[in-house]
């Protein structure tokens, strides 16, 4: 169970934007322009934003990627793909700082060309070598400087009203490393998101949080004004979990599947996600029918490929790499089906990954049906 098989998808097509954006995920582009980019954090990867054919998507810078871009062209070992590329724009909001001196862009990011997003707690309970997470660097950014330890209500609703009105951001999500207390972090995310939709009423808000100890938590989350939620778990299977994640992999399932239920009982139908990682060894076809009995509970299974992200365990002790394409692609696809056939669109959420939809491909998976 936690060997990756190899599916039996048949043959892959030729190349479709969708395979093409699976593929790009996987080896990323040589780009040299990307002023919208990130290094280590929480993940998914070390990437450059950019818009393919219009679309959002945070792509792993890679210097040895056959892919490249000229011209505004996507070219794969110098041949047209017929796809466009274009960089997102440093935000203005960049150039500002707190009036005590901390640079907004330490408080906040843009993601993919709309998003605005933070980290409120940039430390992590879990983050100790023997339980971390193998594909997290949440505290490297913090250690390099590129952000601070922990960020107050006050100054996350003043950086949101700045990128707003600035840079006309129109979503917003919140994630926390995980707190020592039953309530995991999501006590001050509630806080944090009171204050921005003080600030912005109408900004849709997504958090998200490991399962809090009091379901009561979620309840609280969309009192103060979150809009959808993201609980993720990364893999449904538990000898995974055990060695990608020993200490949140201590948490039960039936924690999450509590979670996920309250959560969209309050927060609605396709307001509930979770991150699901391609490669980390679990059974394709396991991780299909899991993504399935996920969407049955209303809950959005955002698929995304490992990324190998500089400072995990993953790639400085395991040297772990991205997922084959064939994989990625085959997993990918049988789930935008299977959400297909439910109804359920990222673009449906309020606010978050799913809705982005920048690290995925599911969302052209769906589309070239």
Same mark, same amino acid.
């Given at each position: 169970?936690? %060997?990756?098989?190899? +599916?039996?998808?048949?043959?892959? +097509? $030729?190349?479709?934007?969708?395979?093409?954006?699976?593929?790009?995920?996987?080896?990323?582009?040589?780009?040299?322009?990307?002023?919208?980019?990130?290094?280590?954090?929480? $993940? #998914?990867?070390?990437?450059?934003?950019?818009?393919?054919?219009?679309?959002?998507?945070?792509?792993?810078?890679? +210097?040895?990627?056959?892919?490249?871009?000229?011209?505004?062209?996507?070219?794969?070992?110098? /041949?047209?793909?017929?796809? $466009?590329? %274009?960089?997102?724009?440093? #935000?203005?909001?960049?150039?500002?700082?707190?009036?005590?001196?901390? @640079?907004?862009?330490?408080? !906040? *990011?843009?993601?993919?060309? @709309?998003?605005?997003?933070?980290?409120?707690?940039?430390?992590?309970?879990?983050?100790?070598?023997?339980?971390?997470?193998?594909?997290?660097?949440?505290?490297?950014?913090?250690?390099?400087?590129?952000?601070? !330890?922990?960020?107050?209500?006050?100054?996350?609703?003043?950086?949101?009203?700045?990128?707003?009105?600035?840079?006309?951001?129109?979503?917003?999500?919140?994630?926390?490393?995980?707190?020592?207390?039953?309530?995991?972090?999501?006590?001050?995310?509630?806080?944090?998101?009171? !204050?921005?939709?003080? %600030?912005?009423?109408?900004?849709?808000?997504?958090?998200?949080?490991? #399962?809090?100890?009091?379901?009561?938590?979620?309840?609280?989350?969309?009192?103060?004004?979150? *809009?959808?939620?993201?609980?993720?778990?990364?893999?449904?299977?538990?000898?995974?979990? /055990?060695?990608?994640? #020993?200490?949140?992999?201590?948490?039960?399932?039936?924690?999450?599947?509590?979670?996920?239920?309250?959560?969209?009982?309050?927060?609605?139908?396709?307001?509930?996600?979770?991150?699901?990682?391609?490669?980390?060894?679990?059974? +394709?076809?396991?991780?299909?029918?899991?993504?399935? %009995?996920?969407?049955?509970?209303?809950?959005?299974?955002?698929?995304?490929?490992?990324?190998?992200?500089?400072?995990?365990?993953?790639?400085?002790?395991?040297?772990?790499?991205?997922?084959?394409?064939?994989?990625?692609?085959?997993?990918?696809?049988?789930?935008?089906? /299977?959400?297909?056939?439910?109804?359920?669109?990222?673009?449906?959420?309020?606010?978050?990954?799913?809705?982005?939809?920048?690290?995925?491909?599911? $969302?052209?998976?769906?589309?070239?049906?």
């Amino acid at each position: 169970m936690s %060997e990756m098989a190899a +599916p039996s998808p048949g043959p892959l +097509p $030729g190349p479709t934007p969708s395979s093409t954006r699976v593929d790009v995920a996987i080896q990323g582009i040589r780009l040299l322009d990307a002023p919208v980019s990130r290094r280590s954090g929480a $993940g #998914p990867s070390d990437d450059g934003h950019v818009l393919l054919d219009g679309v959002g998507a945070a792509i792993p810078l890679n +210097p040895r990627s056959p892919y490249s871009v000229s011209g505004g062209k996507l070219l794969l070992d110098g /041949a047209d793909t017929g796809m $466009g590329v %274009e960089s997102v724009a440093r #935000p203005r909001f960049y150039d500002l700082s707190t009036a005590d001196g901390v @640079s907004y862009e330490k408080i !906040a *990011r843009l993601h993919s060309s @709309s998003v605005l997003a933070t980290t409120v707690v940039q430390t992590c309970v879990r983050y100790d070598v023997a339980e971390r997470c193998r594909f997290c660097a949440i505290e490297e950014s913090l250690h390099a400087g590129a952000t601070v !330890a922990v960020k107050s209500p006050a100054q996350i609703a003043e950086v949101a009203r700045a990128a707003y009105d600035l840079d006309g951001i129109t979503q917003m999500v919140m994630t926390t490393g995980t707190s020592n207390g039953r309530d995991r972090g999501a006590t001050h995310l509630a806080r944090c998101v009171r !204050a921005v939709r003080e %600030e912005l009423p109408d900004l849709p808000i997504q958090v998200q949080c490991e #399962p809090p100890g009091d379901l009561q938590t979620i309840q609280d989350l969309y009192d103060a004004g979150a *809009r959808s939620i993201g609980i993720h778990v990364e893999s449904l299977d538990d000898e995974v979990r /055990a060695r990608w994640m #020993p200490g949140k992999g201590s948490v039960p399932m039936a924690e999450y599947r509590a979670a996920w239920a309250e959560a969209v009982r309050v927060f609605g139908w396709n307001q509930v996600s979770t991150y699901l990682l391609v490669g980390l060894g679990e059974d +394709p076809d396991e991780l299909v029918a899991g993504a399935e %009995e996920l969407i049955e509970m209303g809950v959005y299974p955002f698929v995304v490929p490992f990324r190998p992200l500089a400072g995990t365990l993953a790639t400085d002790v395991d040297g772990v790499g991205a997922p084959p394409h064939d994989v990625t692609y085959d997993v990918t696809s049988r789930v935008a089906a /299977a959400l297909r056939r439910h109804g359920m669109l990222g673009a449906g959420q309020a606010a978050g990954c799913a809705a982005c939809g920048a690290c995925s491909a599911l $969302g052209s998976c769906s589309e070239s049906a």
